[in-house]
């Protein structure tokens, strides 16, 4: 088993910044490929960014490219997210979730292990 447990969202302004954080806990959480999924109200999940096991390969967006960045401490057992230049529809709630194995996939089936989610709200 793995624990995921987001942090960081939070109310920010047009072109404000946001670092979200996702600590894992359990069953060697640095083997596992992580992303970060959103939900928007009213609109469908879509992942924001990804990343392997290593850090090495990354997903991002394209709403997102440029703008965010993922990345992964495996020392710390976290992923984060840094969100720069935010906009309103960035707002959402973001989702952490971990998949067994090296590699991201942008299918949420194949994620085993979800955290519970943070609120990002972007005011313009």
């Known amino acids: 088993q793995v624990q995921l447990v987001e942090s960081g969202g939070g109310l920010v302004q047009v072109g404000g910044s946001l670092r979200l954080s996702c600590a894992a806990s359990?069953?060697?959480?640095?083997?596992?490929?992580m992303g970060w999924v959103r939900q928007a109200p009213g609109k469908e999940r879509e992942f924001a960014a990804a990343?392997?096991?290593?850090?090495?390969?990354?997903y991002y967006a394209d709403s997102v490219k440029g703008r965010f960045t993922i990345s992964r401490d495996n020392a710390k057992n976290t992923v984060y997210l840094q969100m720069n230049s935010l906009k309103p529809e960035d707002t959402a709630a973001y989702y952490c979730?971990?998949?067994?194995?090296?590699?991201?996939?942008?299918?949420?089936?194949?994620?085993?292990?979800w955290g519970q989610g943070t609120q990002v709200t972007v005011s313009s």
């Open positions: 979730a971990a998949r067994i194995g090296g590699r991201y996939s942008l299918v949420e089936s194949e994620y085993d292990y």
């Open positions: 359990g069953r060697t959480p640095s083997t596992y490929a």
């Open positions: 990343i392997s096991r290593s850090g090495g390969m990354t």
